[in-house]
């Protein structure tokens, strides 16, 4: 069924709750068969007349304020193109063949926009739900004021679900934007003569620690060499994505001029210190010499790198770890080590959401990872890649962001 075969006028009749159709004057555009039932009321009552001309404020009750209140919320849904969720109102409402007798209703409103495709507001959705019922099953002052407060309760309670469905889909949009903000800022597959490198990206499950990894692969001076590093950002959405952004940058040219790779994070430090949300941030850098066939690195607290020999021997990079970035209020010059590679080994540089789970030893990740690495080491790294984010995230997704960079030496 499309949407030219539903009848959405029926629909709207057929609406289990109390709906009406105002303009933005406040004039009744329609209502529904639930609320003329409830309400006591029929459309020749209602329709193409001023809401309180139909409903008024018991002129008895100087303190009457629910329709008041009720003006005040539509009012402020027309000018703002909001949803608004009222408190629990009392009303009195005139019973329509006894003029002048008033009857005390409870209705719980909620009030929302329809905007055409400018965004224009051109009517207003009313939605009431009646809970007099609900206040006068017990009877009695005391039992009315407990039917008062679980209705005020029920009313807050759904009012807190509203906000959260917002807040949801608030974080979704900004999850959206900071995907695709860390899409085009981060580099795509590189080859660098018969050297080819595969990278992957995939973001957490669910809006939080989304868009903090990254990844950066340069092209360096002096011979045959690329640099290659993997960081990560504490935080999420769009802030963690633009201080991801800032970093890599940094690190980016850093890297170019940098006699070698702990100089590069000594600078991305320093750089880190004035950036708003770098703080905690790690990273890990290698510089690769291809002629040589050495590698130097340097980490910020980030997990070790790993050197899969042809043999499948697997040695992971630990032997220059410094803590992250800016965690000295004085940096000092960072740790680098090196270390010598066999033509057609593998370097492999990940993000923690690769190897960690929560309850677990990082250890067993580490070995987990190195099992994987060993398993597949003779697929290209395109398959290699693939295989090993199989492998190793959970089959609903990781609770974390993953970044991944495989290079064949």
Same mark, same amino acid.
Request: hydrophobic share 40%; no cysteine; proline share 7%.
């Given at each position: 069924m499309n949407d030219t075969?539903?009848?959405?006028?029926?629909?709207?009749?057929?609406?289990?709750?109390?709906?009406?159709?105002?303009?933005?004057?406040?004039?009744?555009?329609?209502?529904?068969?639930?609320?003329?039932?409830?309400?006591?009321r029929t459309r020749e009552q209602m329709i193409g007349r001023y809401l309180f001309d139909v409903f008024p404020?018991?002129?008895?009750?100087?303190?009457?304020?629910?329709?008041?209140?009720?003006?005040?919320?539509?009012?402020? #849904?027309?000018?703002? *193109?909001?949803?608004?969720s009222m408190a629990l109102q009392r009303y009195d409402v005139e019973n329509p063949e006894r003029p002048g007798e008033w009857e005390e209703r409870y209705w719980s409103p909620v009030n929302a926009p329809v905007c055409d495709a400018d965004g224009k507001v051109v009517l207003l959705v009313h939605r009431v739900e009646e809970v007099t019922e609900l206040i006068?099953?017990?009877?009695?002052?005391?039992?009315?004021? +407990?039917?008062?407060?679980?209705?005020?309760?029920?009313?807050?309670?759904?009012?807190?679900?509203?906000l959260n469905e917002r807040l949801r889909q608030a974080h979704a949009r900004e999850r959206e934007v900071a995907?695709?903000?860390?899409?085009a800022m981060l580099p795509a597959r590189r080859q660098l003569g018969r050297h080819h490198a595969a990278v992957r990206y995939r973001p957490a499950v669910g809006a939080l620690n989304v868009c903090g990894d990254w990844y950066d692969i340069v092209d360096l001076v002096g011979?045959?060499?690329?640099?290659? +590093?993997? *960081?990560?950002?504490?935080?999420?959405?769009?802030?963690?994505?633009?201080?991801? *952004?800032?970093l890599r940058s940094a690190l980016s040219a850093a890297s170019r001029v940098a006699?070698?790779?702990?100089? $590069?994070?000594?600078?991305?430090?320093?750089?880190?210190? #004035?950036?708003?949300? $770098?703080?905690?941030?790690?990273?890990?850098?290698?510089?690769?010499?291809?002629?040589?066939?050495?590698?130097?690195?340097s980490?910020?607290?980030?997990? /070790?790198? $790993?050197?899969?020999? /042809?043999?499948?021997?697997?040695?992971?990079?630990?032997?220059?770890?410094? /803590?992250?970035?800016?965690?000295? /209020?004085?940096?000092?010059?960072?740790?680098? +080590?090196?270390?010598?590679?066999?033509?057609?080994?593998t370097l492999v540089l990940y993000t923690d959401g690769l190897i960690e789970r929560r309850g677990e030893d990082i250890d067993?990740?580490?070995?987990?990872? $190195?099992?994987?690495?060993?398993?597949?080491?003779?697929e290209d790294p395109e398959r290699l890649a693939d295989a090993v984010l199989l492998e190793l995230l959970p089959p609903g997704g990781a609770t974390d962001d993953t970044a991944l960079v495989i290079v064949r030496l």
């Open positions: 075969a539903i009848d959405y006028a029926r629909v709207f009749q057929a609406l289990p709750g109390m709906v009406a159709l105002l303009t933005p004057d406040l004039v009744y555009a329609d209502v529904n068969e639930e609320f003329l039932r409830l309400a006591g404020d018991n002129p008895n009750d100087p303190g009457a304020s629910g329709m008041r209140n009720l003006a005040a919320s539509l009012t402020r #849904v027309a000018a703002t *193109g909001e949803r608004d006068r099953l017990r009877g009695g002052p005391a039992g009315g004021r +407990a039917r008062v407060l679980e209705a005020e309760l029920y009313t807050r309670a759904r009012e807190l679900q509203e995907l695709a903000l860390q899409e011979g045959h060499r690329m640099g290659v +590093a993997v *960081g990560d950002v504490v935080g999420h959405g769009l802030e963690a994505a633009g201080v991801m *952004g800032q006699a070698g790779p702990a100089e $590069a994070l000594n600078v991305l430090g320093r750089y880190a210190h #004035v950036v708003d949300g $770098a703080e905690s941030a790690t990273a890990v850098t290698t510089f690769i010499d291809f002629d040589h066939h050495t590698i130097t690195y980490s910020a607290g980030h997990p /070790p790198p $790993a050197l899969v020999q /042809p043999d499948g021997r697997v040695e992971f990079l630990d032997q220059a770890t410094d /803590p992250p970035l800016d965690a000295r /209020p004085d940096p000092i010059p960072r740790p680098q +080590a090196g270390t010598d590679y066999a033509e057609g080994a067993t990740g580490l070995a987990r990872l $190195a099992e994987s690495l060993d398993r597949h080491r003779d």
